[in-house]
């Protein structure tokens, strides 16, 4: 089964911006899509997501005003724009379905690291 391939991660200081992306398995995907990360000892959390018509955005209360989600117009890859990071910020980032009963096969996920 085709998976999400995240990319763009990287080492970053605490204040700095950064911007990964994530490509949708298998083509184009008519859902709403989230962006979720993992920290190490911590469980998944869902920290944006993009409605289906790509017209709604949601926002965790910890990165909302910093993070920005963004689809292409081909609904095949998505973008997580991430400014004013901070070291609670580190953790791998992950795509998939907003919605748990549409998840596809989970990617290996960036990493992204924060250094204060």
């Known amino acids: 089964q085709e998976q999400w391939v995240e990319s763009g991660g990287g080492l970053v200081q605490a204040g700095g911006s950064l911007s990964i992306s994530c490509a949708a398995p298998g083509g184009p995907f008519n859902y709403a899509v989230s962006w979720f990360r993992q920290a190490p000892g911590k469980e998944r959390e869902e920290v944006a997501s993009?409605?289906?018509?790509?017209?709604?955005?949601w926002y965790t209360g910890s990165v909302k005003g910093r993070f920005t989600i963004l689809r292409d117009v081909t609904k095949t890859t998505f973008y997580l724009l991430m400014n004013a990071l901070n070291p609670e910020d580190t953790a791998t980032y992950y795509c998939?379905?907003?919605?748990?009963?549409?998840?596809?096969?989970w990617g290996q996920g960036t990493q992204v690291t924060v250094s204060a």
């Open positions: 993009i409605g289906a018509a790509g017209a709604s955005e």
């Open positions: 998939n379905a907003e919605e748990t009963r549409r998840w596809t096969s």
